[in-house]
Each structure stands twice: as C-alpha cells, then as structure tokens.
C-alpha cells in the first residue's frame, strides 16, 4: 500500500537578488492516514515553507512531495489550509466566506439544498452557526479562526493543513478551539498537519510530533511519537507521566540540542 | 436643541403621574423621552451641518454686494444678477427656442457626455489596471507612459481628437476619457499589487479560475482602490467637460459660458458657474457615496 502522504528527500531553496539560500535539506516523512501530525521548530527553521510546499503553494527545487504515489505540484482543496491569520474575505459574509469554498469544491456534485445545508452544517461543527450573516469584521480572533477552520473543512479535504492556527488567540481562547479541534479530529477522522511553536499545544494535539533542526537547511531532527490514548484531557494529562516525558522530550530538543543561536 | 425638547417629553409624561399607580407610568415615559430626544438630537445635527457653511455664504453675498456696488466695480453685484438672469435660477427647465433653453438641460447635455466618456474610462481603467497590477512586466512598461500622458491637460488632446473624429461631440466625449481614465487605470493597478497574499493563497487552494478570480478577490478587495481613482476621475471629467464645450460648441454648460461672455451677459456666467459647482459637488459625493456602499466592510479585517 503506498503512503498516504509522503515527503521524499525534499531541497528547497529561495533565490532573491542573485542570492540563493537553502531553507530545507533533505526532508523525509511519511504521514498516515487520519493521523495527526505537529511540525515544532523555533522561527525561521523552514515549517511554514514545509507546510506551503505540501500545500503546493510553494514548489519544491528537489525531491517530490507524493500523496498516494501521485506528485503534489499545485494547489487543491484535498489539502485544505487554514491560515494563520485566517484569511476570510472581509467583504463577505461568514457564510459567504465558506459558500465560496463549497460553491467551488461542490459545483458538479451537490445540488443547492444539499450546499446550503453542508454550509450550515460545517458552521455548526465550529460552533458559529449562530454568527453566518455576520461579517469577518464584526467577529472575533477566535470566531475568525473558527470560521476558517470551517471553510477548510467544508472542503471536505483529504488533508487539513493549519499554519500557527492558535498563534494569533489568547490563552483561554486557544484552549477552547483546541479542545475543538480535538474534537472535529475525533469525529471527522480525517489527516491533519498543523505548524505550532508551542510545546503543549504539540503534546496535547498530536499522534507524532516532528522536531526540526535550525535553519538555514533545515530538516527533520526527531520525530517523537505521542504515545497518549484519546479522547485527551487537558487537566487529565497535566499529571500523566507519559504526557510530561513528551513534553521534557520536545523541551530538550528545542532548548538543549537546538538552541536558538541569535540575540534575537 | 435638546433641552426645550426634553422639557416637553417630561411635561407630557408628567400627567399620567398623578395617578397613584407609579409604576403604570414609568413605561410611556421611558418611550416618550427617547423619541423626542432623538429627533431634537437629530434637529442640531442637521443645524450643525447646515448653518455653518450658510453664515458663511450669507456674509460672502454681503462683502460681495458691498465690493461689486462701489463706482468703477467690472462685476455684477448679487442684486443685479438676480435682476438680470433669475429666470436662469428659477426656471432651470423651460424651452424657449432652438439656442434658448434652461441650464438644467445645458447641465443635462454635458452630463450625458460626461457619463458616456466617464463610464469608457471607468470600464477601460479597471480593467487595464486591473491587467497592469497583475504583470510586473506590463507595469514596468506601461506605467513610465502613462506617468506622462496623464499629465497632459485635457484642452491639449482637443485639436488631436478633432482632427481624428471630425467632429464636436465624439471629440469632447474622448477628452472626457482621456482625462479621468488615467487616475482609474493607476489606482486600480496599485489596488490589484495590493491585494494580500492571503487571498491570493486562498484562491489558489480553491482553485478559482481567472475570472472567478477577478470577480471574487480581485475587484471587491480593490475595491476602495478604484473607488478612489473613480473619484478623483469623475472629478477630472466635470472640469474637462465644461472647458471642451467651450471649444467644441453645442448645447452644454460649456459652451452656454462661451456665448454669455461673447454677448457680455456677465450674471448669466456667474449663475453658470454655481450650477457647474453644485453638480460637480453632487456627482463627487455620488461616486462617494457608491463607492462607501459597495466597499461596505473591504477595509475591515
């Protein structure tokens, strides 16, 4: 059986001005299917180019990424992003804004009815069904984000890429979407990818977090599988022993053995 | 404003108090105060709006009478105006020959040249710009040349166009044209270069094609962009129309200008000129108040 999605000895490089720098060298992973997988790094180390060129948003300079042994060189709603500052369309409705994906992905398949009612139906699962006439402006961080997850979702992707989706939320709103998210992950069953920078975000979300080295030419360091049952609870682990090694595993990583070495 | 108002709301809500049930009349008093307040609250905004800017033309009318009203003064006094041409003001619609028609239809004329040049250049700027904003290669050619020829009056394109179309009115029209379409084109090309990746990543996931893509992204995120250059267009238009039918001839408001000041009715100039101010103040606020309905929301994040 050929992989779900696999990064195959993946090189990419930036030229700006003449000047070409090497962000990642010689990637390699293989993701399974309804697996949920966190890219941790400090900045710069390469994870949103990683997530943008499995997106194919970005092309790779060498190597290939393959889902199910088919090349991935273009964009496409089977790996659907939600952006880090989520990137509703601001002049259109929350609605709207995830009508625009369903229209698109689901021109052929479904009638109008059966749109609306996915429409409504994914905005319930992120709990903002109440809000679908508002607009991204009248909303907050954590709706916004919300809404995005939605639009992802609504496409029935058979990848869900987030790019820092909690980055830019408060603490307690974090903890809440997260919590979320588990619970879409659960009941959806679907692959997720999500770039974070935070280590309990990591630990509490992920079935195998992957740990890259500093950049420039960046790749994976480790790979650490997370080795707790689900459904997870949040005050639950906090005590588990098996929760704390992974998170003193991560630490180490990214503190001991890949430091950031700049004032910054 | 609001305290006489308030008064009379109190007043009227003040009898039913008599009456020993307190709380029956605390509801039709809650009611009444807020209706009234509203409407004196609504009262001073319009005076706030609206005496100013009177007081000020009340005392120009007067510094003008006073100054126009001294031996050896060249122009008109407001008095004299509206002796000589108040059938100008008062009647703008009568027909009263061939060459002797009201204002309202001298201002119609030109701006039925104005909207069919304004709506080309609307129409060509947008989506020209729309083309230049999207090529690095089309903007770093283009864009030296319009920098130049957009700074061409409009009266120096008159002759060429004369000569070209050899005739008054397609001559006037395509001046109209040239001059708005130039601040259209470019707001519309900077909008475009400024549309974040953001929504250019969220059309590639989606795959939305090209004209998915102009009509979703493009154009509504630009929106405030070309509503700008609209603006300043429409702006443009009304001050090259009137100096192009000067020229051209016809029946426009230009023209009217042109042949009172051949036949020294200098009042019926100065009437022209405060229908040619007010409709370009009306057309400005138009194309503002379209554009504030249709980029409803764009800015907000």
Known sequence: ?264 | MAAPALKIAAASAADPAKTPAAPVVALPQRKAVPAAGRLAKKASTIAAAVLPPLVVVVALMLIWQLAANRPGATLPAPSVIWAESKDLILEPFFVAGPQDIGLGWRVLTSLQRVAIGFGLAAVAGVLVGAIIGQSVWAMRGLDPVFQVLRTVPPLAWLPISLAAFRDANPSAIFVIFITSVWPILINTAVGIRNIPADYQNVAKVLRLNAIEYFFKIMVPSAAPYIFTGLRIGIGLSWLAIVAAEMLTGGVGIGFFIWDAWNSSKLSDIIVALLYIGIVGFALDRLVAAVGSVVTRGTLAS
């Open chain 1, 1 to 264: 059986m050929p992989a779900y999605l696999k990064l195959d000895h993946i090189d990419k490089s930036f030229t700006r001005a003449g000047v070409t720098s090497e962000v990642l060298r010689d990637v390699n992973l293989v993701i399974n299917a309804g697996e949920y997988l966190s890219i941790i790094g400090h900045s710069g180390c390469g994870k949103s180019t990683l997530l943008n060129l499995i997106a194919g948003l970005t092309q790779v300079s060498a190597g290939a990424v393959l889902m199910e042994d088919r090349e991935v060189n273009a964009p496409g709603p089977e790996r659907a992003v939600v952006f880090q500052n989520h990137s509703l369309l601001p002049w259109l409705s929350v609605y709207d804004n995830v009508r625009l994906a369903v229209d698109k992905v689901f021109s052929g398949v479904k009638t109008k009815a059966e749109r609306h009612d996915w429409i409504v139906h994914n905005l319930d699962l992120v709990q903002m069904g109440h809000a679908r006439d508002k607009r991204p402006g009248e909303i907050s961080g954590g709706m916004k984000q919300r809404v995005g997850i939605a639009r992802a979702l609504a496409m029935e992707p058979k990848i869900l890429l987030l790019d820092e989706p909690f980055g830019a939320l408060d603490a307690l709103t974090r903890a809440r979407l997260q919590d979320s998210v588990m619970d879409i992950h659960a009941r959806l069953k679907n692959t997720m990818i999500m770039i974070t920078h935070d280590v309990d975000e990591a630990v509490l979300l992920s079935d195998r977090i992957v740990m890259m080295t500093n950049g420039p030419s960046a790749t994976i360091g480790e790979v650490l599988a997370v080795p707790l049952s689900r459904p997870r609870r949040r005050l639950d682990l906090v005590s588990d022993p098996r929760y704390i090694a992974a998170r003193e595993a991560v630490l180490r990583f990214l503190y001991e053995r890949h430091k950031l070495m700049e004032a910054a």
